[in-house]
């Protein structure tokens, strides 16, 4: 009891010396003051202090206000601070804070213009963040209604700064030897253009101090890490408020809207680096939405290292463009990023970017993304729009999958597409297909560098079909024209073509047309021209002139399409083909003007140029040439050759084709043997059975009217015969040789026999072809006359006296040493003929008959047994002489004189004609005259 009792008294012995002691406020005051000077620095003023110690020992101070320099502006202001004190460490007079409770605090940060971050009275070019660690020594910290100024005078000539309102804070601080670990959060709303942004942070801090630390009076000697990791949200953060503080963020200035942040954070701070880590971020605005992590680092040097790995739904790719800081695009990728007029929708399934504030360290951006509802438009080059797909990024290169859109309004999508960035420039290989119509290929080809003159092709028209086509490009995005175009492919089908000089366009049309920069190649090219196909097959090369090498057509075609039959009455009859043919065709050389060489084969064709030569439907025939183009639609055959086997026809010649074909020729037939020719076949129609042909002719015409064409050469005839209508005997060992000149027909010998009847003709026929005029010798030893002029039926020999005289004129003569007719024969037969022009309106035909002629006084009478008589009286003269009047000096075929007559009687019964005169009283005349040879 005694020892209790006294150690009592001692107890409050000691209370009653101690306690008045801190019951003294100005003791208090002075000692609280030496502390925070100590804390915040020497120019630290306060207001009112209290102090308490029940239930624990606690300092409440109030109006706190500090200053860096006396008569600076105030860094630090606090409505009260409420001190949770230790009671050992009051007995050794000292203050040690286990919770620190500040009310209203503004607090100031400063960024000098050097780079350091200040706060109070420390300086660190770590962070804020980093000097006011040293205060989480104090234990339990808790801060309300507080405000932070944040003044960042570095790197920029401009000032920048923003200011934290309704700041709360909270903090508890538990040491460890060297190290303190604190878990604290912390929000507030930042001050914007717009409207306030609330944020909110927590976590733990941890730091270790080169040295341990037990209290506030300790002076820090700083950190050798801090490390933070928590969680961070804000909503309605200004973009371009934001980019003011983000490196190269320049560009994120002019972004309009707010942006929303939810991430977990990691920030490790060391004596000259530090790196800030945001993983599980989403960032959400009303033009974007990302999901991933992101870091910065900075480096001894003070260069920042950056990192992004993020994922999205919903980007306007135009606004990327916008915004994008250029420094993120590689160099050599940064003329076509700024290079037309392009956007869309982008969907980032993964995207990784890193860089650096350091120069010699290029951007890199990897990734996948989804483009949607794309568009591009580049000068010179049709739009693009509605591209659909997936762009692969990696750091050298960039790789298209599944895209597809519209180009210049066909359909087109990417079978493979990779951009390679080389030093030299990024290097583009991409192909493209799509159903394009067919008479877009040309433009097509044309506009990606395919020379635009396809020399004959230029004047095929597409006018209908369509196909896949297939497109590779290639080449340096920064050299012109950038991607080159390599070659394509393209499938049509119901391809129609209006091809000049077929009669019918080319329909039905499929295939394969494959191009490139060096050529074009058509290969199983195939439709139909009307009802016969027709197939193309070769090559198109580019190489300086556009050139065929080579480009092969086959196919059918109508006789009927090639020479169309005339309907016209009155015309003269015209060559004609009917039935099929069938054609091959092969150009090589310029496309201009190429050679070509190339058959017709017409076995099941029927052929008849009129007079000259006709083959039968079945009967073999085969026209070969080969020729070359020239300027003016001219194409010049240099061999053309009909073969009709045993007949050959051998020629070379020029075609026009205008709007009517116009032509010149020359053809050499060589011996034909018509005897042996085959029932399909016939020369010269039926007249001649046999002999052997030669023909040697040249000329020029227009269209396929023979009789028009101008002609010159020679046709010979030897051992022939003929048979004619209207002779009963063949006409044997026929010789002939007639030149034709143009107009004009030259027979310089003609000899045959017919039985015992032989003769030779000579002479010629001007205008031939319209109004013929014809000179013939005609000299026999002897001959038949009966023959040539048979007295019943028609022959064809009459024929051509009708002929002439409806059309021409005939005159010539004839000799005949030793006539006979019938069972009349005679000796030296000579007589003139001469039939005019149109001296014949209506010839009935030639008769035979014994003829009486008698003279009397002034009386003359002729008698043509059953055909013809007459008789006429002369008019006799008033003088009584007995003589006729006569007329002088007259133009008459039989005389000059003429004397005057009436008629007394004419009868005519022939060739269908029935007349009687007698009587009448009609005018006559008559005249002496003598036959001549």
């Not at 239930?55 to 949770?84: C, G, N, Y």
């Not at 409207?195 to 300790?218: D, K, T």
Request: a negative charge; proline letters at 5%; aromatic letters at 8%.
């Amino acid at each position: 009891m005694f020892w209790g009792g006294a150690l009592g008294a001692l107890i409050l012995t000691i209370a009653l010396i101690v306690l008045p002691l801190f019951l003294n406020p100005d003791y208090l005051k002075t000692l609280a003051l030496q502390q925070m000077q100590r804390t915040f620095g020497s120019h630290v003023t306060v207001g009112h202090t209290s102090f308490a110690l029940f239930p624990s020992p606690h300092f409440l101070v109030s109006d706190i206000v500090v200053q860096e320099q006396p008569e600076s502006h105030a860094v630090f202001r606090a409505k009260s601070m409420s001190l949770d004190l230790g009671i050992g460490q009051l007995l050794m007079k000292k203050i040690v804070v286990r919770e620190f409770l500040v009310e209203s605090p503004e607090i100031e940060l400063r960024r000098e213009p050097d780079g350091e971050w200040r706060f109070l009275s420390y300086a660190s070019n770590d962070s804020p963040i980093a000097a006011a660690t040293q205060f989480l020594v104090l234990g339990k910290i808790v801060v309300t209604d507080g405000k932070i100024i944040v003044i960042d005078e570095s790197p920029r000539e401009i000032v920048r700064g923003f200011v934290i309102d309704d700041v709360t804070f909270v903090s508890d601080t538990t040491h460890d030897g060297p190290s303190i670990a604190s878990s604290f959060e912390l929000s507030g709303k930042i001050r914007q253009t717009q409207e306030l942004a609330p944020f909110h942070i927590q976590g733990v801090l941890e730091a270790s101090w080169a040295s341990p630390v037990l209290s506030i009076a300790s002076k820090p000697v700083g950190f050798e890490q801090i490390t933070f990791s928590g969680k961070v949200k804000a909503d309605h953060l200004e973009i371009n408020q934001l980019g003011e503080y983000l490196p190269n963020g320049q560009s994120l200035i002019k972004v309009p809207g707010t942006l929303s942040v939810r991430s977990r954070v990691t920030w490790v701070q060391n004596a000259k680096t530090s790196r800030l880590s945001l993983s599980h971020m989403n960032l959400s605005s009303s033009f974007i939405d990302l999901d991933g992590s992101a870091n910065t680092e900075v480096l001894e040097d003070g260069h920042h290292m950056m990192g992004f790995s993020m994922r999205s739904s919903n980007v306007d790719l135009a606004m990327i463009r916008q915004y994008l800081p250029k420094t993120w695009i590689p160099d050599n990728l940064l003329p076509v990023w700024e290079t037309g007029e392009w956007g869309g929708g982008l969907n980032i399934a993964e995207a990784r970017v890193t860089g650096s504030t350091r120069e010699d360290v290029q951007t890199s951006v990897t990734g996948t993304f989804r483009l949607t509802d794309g568009y591009v438009r580049i000068p010179d080059w049709p739009s693009t729009d509605h591209i659909h797909g997936t762009v692969v990024v990696e750091p050298d290169r960039m790789q298209l999958s599944g895209v597809h859109g519209v180009y210049d309004g066909i359909p087109v999508e990417v079978t493979e597409g990779v951009f390679l960035l080389k030093e030299s420039g990024p290097w583009g290989d991409v192909g493209l297909q799509g159903p394009v119509p067919a008479e877009k290929v040309r433009q097509v080809v044309t506009q990606l560098g395919a020379p635009s003159d396809f020399g004959l092709l230029n004047a095929w028209k597409v006018s209908d079909g369509s196909g896949l086509l297939r497109l590779r490009f290639a080449g340096n995005l920064l050299e012109s024209p950038g991607l080159k175009f390599q070659y394509g492919e393209f499938k049509p089908e119901g391809l129609v073509i209006q091809i000049p000089g077929l009669p019918h366009p080319f329909t039905q049309g499929q295939g394969t047309f494959t191009f490139s920069r060096e050529s074009t190649v058509l290969e199983g090219v195939q439709g139909k021209v009307g009802a016969y196909p027709l197939v193309l097959n070769g090559t198109i090369l580019y190489e300086g002139t556009a050139r065929f090498d080579p480009l092969t057509i086959q196919g059918g075609i109508a006789g009927e399409d090639l020479l169309p039959v005339s309907g016209n009455r009155g015309e003269s009859p015209k060559m004609r083909i009917t039935g099929p043919l069938h054609a091959s065709v092969t150009l090589t050389g310029p496309t201009r003007y190429p050679k070509l060489k190339g058959w017709i084969e017409g076995r099941d064709a029927f052929l008849d140029v009129p007079s000259l030569l006709q083959k039968q439907a079945g009967q073999d025939g085969r026209l070969e040439f080969d020729g070359k183009f020239h300027p003016g639609n001219r194409v010049h055959f240099e061999r053309v050759e009909l073969m009709m086997l045993p007949l050959r026809l051998r020629g070379q010649g020029t075609i026009r084709f205008r709007k009517e074909v116009t032509w010149e020729a020359r053809v050499d037939s060589g011996p034909v043997y018509i005897g042996v020719l085959p029932e399909g076949i016939r020369v010269l129609g039926d007249i001649v059975q046999s002999g052997i042909l030669e023909v040697q002719l040249k000329g020029s015409g227009r269209g396929t009217d023979w009789t028009r064409w101008n002609t010159k050469g020679w046709v010979a005839l030897t051992e022939g015969v003929v048979s004619l209508r209207g002779i009963s005997a063949p006409i044997s060992n026929l010789f002939v040789r007639l030149k034709v000149d143009e107009d004009q027909l030259d027979l310089k010998r003609m000899e045959f026999r017919v039985n015992n009847s032989e003769a030779v003709i000579t002479g010629f026929m001007k205008n031939w072809k319209t109004t013929p005029i014809a000179s013939v010798m005609f000299d026999s030893t002897q001959f038949d006359i009966d023959l040539l002029i048979p007295k019943k039926g028609r022959s064809a020999i009459r024929d051509g006296i009708e002929w002439l005289a409806a059309h021409g004129s005939l005159e010539g003569s004839v000799h005949i040493d030793r006539p006979s007719y019938k069972t009349v024969s005679g000796k030296k037969l000579s007589a003139v003929v001469k039939i005019h022009d149109n001296l014949v309106s209506d010839f009935r035909g030639v008769a035979f008959s014994e003829m009486t002629f008698e003279s009397e006084g002034l009386d003359r009478s002729a008698n043509i047994s059953n055909v013809f008589s007459f008789a006429i009286k002369g008019v006799p003269s008033r003088t009584g002489s007995g003589l006729p009047i006569t007329i002088d000096n007259v133009s008459h075929p039989a005389n000059t004189r003429l004397a005057l007559a009436r008629t007394e009687e004419v009868h005519l019964d022939a060739f269908g004609l029935e007349l009687d005169l007698s009587g009448v009283g009609n005018n006559g005349h008559f005249a002496p005259f003598a036959w001549a040879n």
